[in-house]
Structure formats: C-alpha cells, structure tokens
C-alpha cells in the first residue's frame, strides 16, 4: 500500500519559515519525481517545486529564490525548505509521486498539510 504523508505544516508570520516533509512508503522511492503542490481554498491545485530521480530541480516563479525542496532516498523523504514566506502561500501543501515506466504512469498524493502565513 502507498503512502505519503506530509508533516511540518503550522501557523507562521509573514516572513519566517517551514520546513515541511513528506514520507513515502510502498513505493521505489528513488524511481520517482517528487513534486509539491498547494491549493488555496477557492483555488485551483497548483504546483511550487519539484525533484526529479536524479536530483534536479524546478520551481514555480512564485516560489523561486523562496523555497528549497531536496529528497533523501536513504529515508524515502522529500523536503520543502520554505523561507520568506508570504500571506499569499497560505494553502493547503500536497505531496506527489509521479514516475512513468513502459508506458504505465504512477501517481500518488499525500493526504496534505496546512500551511497558514499570517501576522
């Protein structure tokens, strides 16, 4: 059975910081992209960063020079470092696991974490 979990949400002030996890279980972790999504309420879901198998990552311009995301294979995590954070990414974080592999995608969501920036 796969699992992602989220953990590291909270209340933050504009400005400070998260940093936020997410567990994998059930899967070959080190095979997949690992990606973090956010969706603010009447928003649609929207993504922030990613990391590929190989370590390489991408970020949504909302989010760059802002948030760091960085795996760990040896414990099956992802991260997302958030710094300066703003009213605006209050949201709801989601993690995601996605790998295609002759022909077949895989796709999994955490259960998400919430994320409230506010003074």
């Known amino acids: 059975q796969v699992q992602l979990v989220e953990s590291g949400g909270g209340l933050v002030q504009p400005g400070g910081s998260l940093r936020l996890s997410c567990a994998a279980s059930?899967?070959?972790?080190?095979?997949?992209?690992m990606g973090w999504f956010r969706q603010a309420p009447g928003k649609q879901r929207e993504l922030v960063a990613r990391?590929?198998?190989?370590?390489?990552?991408n970020y949504e311009n909302y989010v760059e020079g802002r948030f760091t995301t960085s795996r760990d294979n040896a414990k099956n995590t992802v991260y997302l470092q958030m710094n300066n954070l703003k009213p605006e990414d209050t949201a709801v974080y989601y993690c995601?696991?996605?790998?295609?592999?002759?022909?077949?995608?895989?796709?999994?969501w955490g259960q998400g974490t919430q994320v409230t920036v506010a003074s």
């Open positions: 995601n696991a996605y790998r295609t592999i002759r022909g077949t995608e895989n796709n999994y």
């Open positions: 990391i590929t198998s190989g370590g390489r990552t």
């Open positions: 059930g899967i070959f972790f080190s095979d997949y992209t």
